[in-house]
């Protein structure tokens, strides 16, 4: 079985090109979605992120905004946060893995926004990053609702910047010359790579 690792910066369409992929066919792990089921209530990180960060608790949850501001511009925060998520992550990653192959699947992504700056790359077959221009990307960024240019500056500062992320990658998929531009990229990969069930 391939897996393919998807990445790329804040705002480049990881989101967008995941849900492409699964359009074809693919199966797709969302890493950023397990950080959301991890940090409900009941979820396996929600008492040690409350013991760690109890300030982040509003009406009987996690509010991730809350929690974001604590830690983006806190680099000892941010380690201690990552922590707690990366390794329970990681659990449900391999269960993926072994569920898909399990299945006799040619093909599988993962979807992860630090694949790179976590050496995620080692588990992967080859990887994929999306990528536009500077301009676009700040424009995206900049439209979500609780951004600045401030958080927007310590969250980039964390990632591995775009130019490097695609000197390392086997594809680079351009998501700044329209959706058409993207899913032909996409499907040129799958078709490369196959994609059998
Ligand atoms: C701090 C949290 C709660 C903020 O949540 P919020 O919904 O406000 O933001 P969101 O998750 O959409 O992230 C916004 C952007 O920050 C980037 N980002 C998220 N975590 C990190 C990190 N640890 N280092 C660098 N960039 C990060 C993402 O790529 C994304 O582009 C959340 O980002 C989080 O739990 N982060 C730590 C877990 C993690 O490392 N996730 C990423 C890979 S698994
Ligand atoms: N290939 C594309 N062509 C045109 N617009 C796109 C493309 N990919 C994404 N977009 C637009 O860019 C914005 C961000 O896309 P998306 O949510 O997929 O990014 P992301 O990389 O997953 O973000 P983050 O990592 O910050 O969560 C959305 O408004 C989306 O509509």
Do not use: W
């Amino acid at each position: 079985m391939v897996i393919l690792g998807l990445t790329g910066s804040i705002g480049m369409g990881k989101s967008t090109a995941a849900g492409m992929f699964r359009y074809l066919g693919v199966p797709v792990y969302d890493a950023d979605v397990v950080v959301h089921q991890l940090m409900v209530p009941g979820g396996a990180a929600f008492d040690p992120v409350i013991a760690a960060f109890p300030d982040a608790l509003k009406n009987g949850k996690i509010d991730r905004q809350l929690l974001g501001a604590r830690v983006f511009g806190d680099p000892v925060a941010l380690s201690r946060l990552e922590a707690i998520l990366h390794p329970l992550v990681r659990v449900q990653e391999t269960k993926f893995i072994k569920r898909y192959r399990r299945a006799g699947r040619s093909l599988v992504v993962l979807d992860i926004p630090l694949l790179f700056e976590t050496d995620g790359e080692e588990r992967c077959d080859h990887v994929a990053v999306v990528s536009a221009p500077r301009f676009i990307q700040l424009q995206r960024v900049m439209a979500r609702s609780g951004m600045t240019k401030a958080k927007f500056s310590a969250i980039l500062s964390k990632q591995m910047p775009d130019r490097e992320k695609r000197r390392k990658a086997d594809f680079v998929i351009p998501t700044g010359l329209g959706r058409a531009v993207t899913f032909n990229a996409i499907r040129n990969i799958v078709d490369q790579l196959g994609n059998r069930t």
